[in-house]
């Protein structure tokens, strides 16, 4: 090898001792995609529900459709529901399966159904609703 590749190598070894690391990217977060279904809202009396507990018509409770209820995993969830004709809005909590409900249709309890700013005697409203994350208290 000749001086010049020595100096060459040798240079390249001792520059690699004092490199400086190249800095990492920033660590992203993720967001859970929020997805807007549209439905039917209805009312009903709450007692006893799939989720296995006991409320009360002044409980803001939702059943949701069995095809999302599936098998509980958004009990205890809640949502953010908006009455699509006065845009009021209301948070109320998954603790029941609606049966009879289309897949984007939601029951309400009574007390949740008013405040959406729907009148009992109304029966049926169009709403638009979302689940919050699991953990979400308002």
Known sequence: MSPFTYTVFALAIFGSAFAVPAPMA???ATL???ITHEGRGT???VGLGACGRVNVDSD???AIS???F???GNCEQYMEITNTKTHKKAYGLVRDSCPGCG???LDLSPSLFQALGASLDEGVI???WHFEKKGFHP
């Open 26 to 28: 920033p660590e992203v």
């Open 32 to 34: 859970d995609k929020r």
């Open 43 to 45: 009312f009903f009396n």
């Open 60 to 62: 803001h409770i939702v």
């Open 66 to 68: 069995s095809s999302i």
């Open 70 to 72: 599936g098998d509980g």
């Open 103 to 105: 897949a984007h249709d």
């Open 126 to 128: 169009k709403v638009s």
